[in-house]
C-alpha cells in the first residue's frame, strides 16, 4: 500500500514537472493587445546608411572578386551598394500610397549604421578618415540623399531606428584591408570588403565592453543630430550579440531588441547542444526581461535572394496573417539589398515587392491593418497604450478596453491625454 502511495506521488511529481516545463517551452512575452483585432504590421529593414559593400559594380572589372577572400554571403551582396535619392523617395511614395485603419500612411523603418572608414590620400600619403552621419566617404557621394530622407521623416512615413556604429570591428579592418595589394586596392575604391570580412563581427565577444560602450554613446549623438530624436530600439549587426551586450544597452537606455530569435550568441556551442542552449536561454530571457521588449521577426519580404519574387510576396502576406492569427503584430524583414543596389533591375524588383505586399495587405478595406514602428509596438505590449511622433503628427493609441491615461514626454515638452477604449489620436506636434 505504501508503495502504490509512492508511486502515485512520483507520477504527480512527474506531472507538475512536465506542466512547468510544457509552460517553459511555449512561454512568450505576455501582451495587453488584442492583435487579431489590431492587424498590426512592422518593417524592420537593417543596413541603411552603410557606405559599403561597394560605391558602384564597375569596381570588379579585371578583377577576380573572390581574390579578395571576404567570406561567404548571398551572391547578391557583391554589389550592394550605398543608397541614392530615388531609392529612398521610391520606398517612401510605396510607403504613402496605402493607408491602414487608422488613416496613417504606411511606414518604413529603416535600421541605420552611423559611422563609415574611408581609406583617402591626404598630404602626407593614404590615411583611414572617419566619417558620421550625415557625412559619407566621397566615393559615395550621393547628392540630395539626405534630403530624400528627412522628407521622408517629415511626411511620416520614414522612421529611422539603429543598426549599427560600424558594421564590422574597426580595428580588425584596419589591421586587414591593407594585407594585400588587391585589398589594398579595393580600399582604396571605397570598397569595404577585406580578407576576412564576413567574420570580424562588430560586437564579437573579443571586443571590450569598454570600447562598446564608447562607439554606442557616440552613436547616439550622431543619432539624435540626425534624426532629431534619441534611438528607441536596437538590432545587432549579423544578428551577432552577447549577454553583455543587451547589459550594455539597457544601461545605456535601449530596451527595444530585435529579432532575439536569430540571435547569433558567440558564447554558445556549436551543434544540437548550442541549439539547446540558445533555446533554453531565449526562454529564460524572455521569462526575466524586466523592461526590455523583444520584437520577433516572424514574417520575412526578401525578393531579391530567391528564384520567385511573386511566391516570396504571397509567403510574406501568408505569413502576416498568421502572426496575427497567432496573436502577434506581423514584423516584416526585408534588407535594404532588396531596395539599394548598383543594378537597376534588383532595385526594381525589390520595389515591385514591397509595392505588391503593401497593397496585398491593404486590399480589404473592410480589415485593414495598422501600419506602426517598433517604438508603437513595445509600448502597446507592455501598457496597451502608445505616443510616437511621425512627421510632424503626434500620434496616440489607446488599444485596450477601457480609457486611459497617456503621458507624452519628448525633449522636455510633457504632456497628458486621455484617450477613449480602442481609440487613436492625431494631433500636430
Request: glycine residues 6%; proline residues 5%; neutral net charge.
Amino acid at each position: 500500500m505504501a508503495s502504490l502511495f509512492s508511486f502515485k506521488k512520483f507520477v504527480a511529481l512527474v506531472v507538475v514537472l512536465l506542466f512547468f516545463l510544457v509552460c517553459f517551452i511555449t512561454y512568450e512575452s505576455p501582451g495587453v493587445v488584442d492583435w487579431r483585432s489590431l492587424r498590426g504590421i512592422a518593417f524592420e529593414s537593417d543596413d541603411w546608411g552603410l557606405a559599403g559593400f561597394v560605391p558602384r559594380s564597375d569596381i570588379w572589372q579585371g578583377h577576380n572578386r573572390e581574390d579578395l577572400s571576404p567570406g561567404k554571403f548571398p551572391e547578391v551582396y557583391w554589389e550592394s551598394t550605398l543608397e541614392d535619392s530615388l531609392m529612398v523617395a521610391n520606398l517612401c511614395k510605396i510607403m504613402a500610397s496605402v493607408k491602414g485603419a487608422d488613416g496613417l500612411s504606411a511606414v518604413f523603418q529603416p535600421n541605420y549604421v552611423m559611422s563609415s572608414l574611408s581609406y583617402e590620400k591626404g598630404p602626407e600619403g593614404w590615411v583611414w578618415k572617419r566619417y558620421d552621419l550625415p557625412q559619407f566617404p566621397p566615393t559615395y557621394e550621393r547628392p540630395g540623399m539626405w534630403d530624400a530622407v528627412q522628407q521622408g521623416i517629415s511626411s511620416g512615413v520614414w522612421y529611422p531606428e539603429y543598426h549599427a556604429t560600424w558594421h564590422y570591428d574597426p580595428a580588425m579592418r584596419l589591421e586587414s584591408a591593407l594585407q594585400t595589394d588587391f585589398s589594398v586596392e579595393m580600399a582604396k575604391a571605397g570598397v569595404t570588403l577585406f580578407p576576412g570580412s564576413e567574420f570580424v563581427r562588430e560586437l564579437g565577444p573579443w571586443r571590450s565592453k569598454s570600447n562598446l560602450k564608447d562607439e554606442l554613446a557616440h552613436s547616439q549623438t550622431v543619432f539624435k543630430n540626425s534624426f532629431g530624436r534619441p534611438m528607441g530600439a536596437i538590432i545587432a549587426p549579423d544578428y551577432t550579440w552577447d549577454d553583455r551586450c543587451e547589459k550594455l544597452w539597457q544601461e545605456m537606455g535601449v530596451f527595444v531588441i530585435q529579432a532575439k530569435r536569430e540571435q547569433r550568441n558567440p558564447s554558445l556551442h556549436k551543434g544540437l547542444s548550442g541549439r539547446v542552449e540558445k533555446f533554453i536561454k531565449r526562454q529564460w530571457a524572455v521569462l526575466t526581461r524586466g523592461p526590455k521588449v523583444y520584437l520577433e521577426r516572424n514574417c520575412r519580404l526578401e525578393p531579391v535572394q530567391a528564384p520567385d519574387a511573386d511566391l516570396v510576396v504571397q509567403t510574406c502576406v501568408n505569413e502576416t496573417y498568421r502572426a496575427w492569427e497567432k496573436g502577434s503584430p506581423a514584423i516584416v524583414e526585408t534588407h535594404r539589398v532588396n531596395f539599394a543596389h548598383d543594378d537597376p533591375k534588383i532595385v526594381q524588383l525589390g520595389q515591385n515587392a514591397l509595392n505588391s505586399y503593401v497593397q496585398s495587405v491593404c486590399d480589404d478595406v473592410r480589415s485593414l491593418p495598422v501600419f506602426l514602428v517598433d517604438k508603437e509596438i513595445s509600448q502597446l505590449q507592455t501598457r496597451g497604450v502608445s505616443w510616437v511622433i511621425r512627421g510632424n503628427s503626434l500620434v496616440l493609441r489607446n488599444a485596450t478596453h477601457s480609457r486611459r491615461l497617456v503621458f507624452v514626454d519628448h525633449q522636455k515638452q510633457s504632456r497628458w491625454f486621455i484617450l477613449a477604449k480602442n481609440s487613436v489620436y492625431v494631433t500636430k506636434w
